[in-house]
């Protein structure tokens, strides 16, 4: 046998193996939720143990919630993970060492980690392929984009994404879609657990199970049964929220506390009877961060979030309710919004005082167009079952 046919026959064998190691990989599957529809990724903690558990450990802290795709490419790839529905970057933890070199190749469908020019500095950001991207692979003595996973279910939504159109926003000179899509949920999933709930009305029994474990005082229960709830992709209202919230505190869990607390923030107004204890949370928990509560500036009146009908479940007159509750819902944001302007217009704001209201403002609008996304789909549910 020649050497050059002997490498040529390694290489192949390679890539075989490359390609049965992703068949079989069997590892934690994770619920991802967005404004366009749900997709579920497998992890292979085998041979990319370092990026599993990173990646994992981001989903648990609840960083993804909140998150938008803010990098598309139509033929190459989706990219999110680092930033929220303001552009603004958020904050990771240390950098993972690069596990190119794993034999996983960049295909369809994979899910990889970002990274910047150093090999070593992959942190919270991820990208989905929506083609063969093996270029993005690594070779002898080149690091390349390291694979930890792939999509399973709801590929179509990813390939929805991509297609969206693109353009400059923030501090980005491009490839931000347009509207922006953002994780509204993502959870670890556990198939035996869910497919033992009825299928009718599984919600209502999780949050039967998150009460039971209240009563009985169990906090780490009740965190293990709201990551369930998210991962049905159901809405989290504010009343769960503080509940996730509270029992993470109580846990000493103050990254998924506080992010628990920034969608409280987003979603509730200053009536809700648990908003002056989430704002005393909020300074425990994240004593160094001051939270968006640009609604208290001036005299404008923050409307109250709908609740959202389940459109799997509901009946005509709750969908109607709900739809009369997201109409009013916007013609009071839209006051909500010209009062934000009037502030936001005045000559003897502080810099601070401006940009609070700026950021309020902009918060508003992305609630407005988040909220008429959930109830598109919830409707698109209800119909489904006619």
Same mark, same amino acid.
């Given at each position: 046998?020649?050497?050059?046919?002997?490498?040529?026959?390694?290489?192949?064998?390679?890539?075989?193996?490359?390609?049965?190691?992703?068949?079989r990989?069997?590892?934690?599957?994770?619920?991802v939720?967005?404004?366009?529809g749900?997709?579920?990724?497998?992890?292979?903690?085998?041979?990319?143990?370092?990026?599993?558990?990173?990646?994992?450990? +981001?989903?648990?802290?609840?960083?993804?919630?909140?998150?938008?795709?803010?990098?598309?490419?139509?033929?190459?790839?989706?990219?999110g993970?680092?930033?929220?529905?303001?552009?603004?970057?958020?904050p990771?933890?240390?950098?993972?060492?690069?596990?190119?070199?794993?034999?996983?190749?960049?295909?369809r469908?994979?899910?990889?980690?970002?990274?910047?020019?150093?090999?070593?500095?992959?942190?919270?950001?991820y990208y989905i392929?929506?083609?063969?991207?093996?270029?993005?692979?690594?070779s002898?003595?080149?690091?390349?984009?390291?694979?930890?996973?792939?999509?399973?279910?709801?590929?179509?939504?990813?390939?929805?994404?991509?297609?969206?159109?693109?353009?400059s926003?923030?501090?980005?000179?491009?490839?931000?879609?347009?509207?922006?899509?953002?994780?509204?949920?993502?959870?670890?999933?556990?198939?035996?657990?869910?497919?033992?709930?009825?299928?009718?009305?599984?919600?209502?029994?999780?949050?039967?199970?998150?009460?039971?474990?209240i009563?009985?005082?169990?906090?780490?229960?009740?965190?293990?049964?709201?990551?369930?709830?998210?991962?049905?992709?159901?809405?989290?209202?504010?009343?769960?929220?503080?509940?996730?919230?509270?029992?993470?505190?109580?846990?000493?869990?103050?990254?998924?506390?506080?992010?628990a607390?920034d969608? +409280?923030?987003?979603?509730?107004?200053?009536?809700?009877?648990?908003?002056?204890?989430?704002l005393?949370?909020?300074?425990t928990?994240?004593?160094?961060?001051?939270?968006?509560?640009?609604?208290?500036i001036?005299?404008?009146?923050?409307?109250?979030?709908?609740d959202?009908?389940?459109?799997?479940?509901?009946? +005509?007159?709750?969908?109607?309710?709900?739809?009369?509750?997201?109409?009013?819902?916007?013609?009071?944001?839209?006051?909500?919004?010209?009062?934000l302007?009037?502030?936001?217009?005045?000559?003897?704001?502080?810099?601070?005082?401006?940009s609070?209201?700026v950021?309020?403002?902009?918060?508003?609008?992305?609630?407005?167009?988040?909220?008429a996304?959930?109830?598109?789909?919830?409707?698109?549910?209800?119909?489904?079952?006619?």
């Amino acid at each position: 046998m020649s050497t050059k046919y002997a490498a040529q026959l390694v290489c192949a064998l390679a890539v075989a193996l490359g390609f049965a190691a992703q068949a079989r990989a069997q590892g934690p599957e994770v619920a991802v939720c967005t404004d366009l529809g749900s997709l579920t990724v497998e992890l292979d903690d085998e041979l990319a143990p370092l990026h599993a558990a990173n990646f994992l450990e +981001y989903v648990d802290q609840g960083h993804y919630s909140g998150t938008v795709f803010h990098r598309v490419i139509e033929g190459f790839m989706i990219q999110g993970g680092g930033f929220d529905r303001q552009l603004e970057r958020k904050p990771t933890l240390a950098p993972v060492v690069n596990e190119s070199s794993n034999g996983l190749s960049n295909v369809r469908g994979s899910l990889a980690a970002a990274r910047t020019d150093d090999p070593n500095s992959a942190t919270a950001q991820y990208y989905i392929n929506v083609a063969d991207n093996d270029q993005l692979d690594g070779s002898a003595g080149s690091p390349g984009y390291t694979v930890f996973g792939r999509v399973t279910q709801g590929m179509e939504v990813v390939d929805a994404i991509a297609a969206l159109p693109t353009g400059s926003a923030g501090q980005f000179p491009s490839d931000v879609p347009d509207p922006l899509v953002s994780v509204t949920s993502m959870a670890r999933l556990d198939p035996e657990l869910q497919a033992s709930l009825p299928e009718d009305g599984r919600t209502i029994t999780i949050r039967e199970r998150i009460s039971e474990a209240i009563e009985a005082g169990n906090q780490l229960e009740v965190l293990d049964w709201l990551g369930h709830y998210r991962a049905t992709c159901a809405v989290m209202d504010p009343d769960l929220l503080f509940i996730e919230a509270n029992s993470a505190a109580a846990l000493l869990r103050a990254p998924r506390a506080q992010s628990a607390l920034d969608e +409280y923030l987003l979603r509730a107004s200053e009536t809700h009877p648990d908003y002056a204890d989430a704002l005393a949370l909020y300074a425990t928990v994240a004593p160094d961060v001051e939270p968006s509560i640009a609604r208290m500036i001036g005299e404008c009146e923050s409307p109250t979030l709908p609740d959202i009908p389940d459109g799997t479940v509901a009946e +005509y007159d709750a969908m109607v309710a709900g739809r009369d509750g997201v109409q009013e819902f916007m013609g009071a944001g839209d006051m909500y919004l010209a009062c934000l302007s009037e502030v936001i217009d005045e000559e003897d704001l502080s810099d601070e005082e401006h940009s609070l209201a700026v950021r309020e403002h902009n918060r508003m609008v992305a609630v407005m167009e988040q909220l008429a996304e959930e109830f598109n789909t919830a409707l698109r549910a209800y119909r489904d079952r006619q």
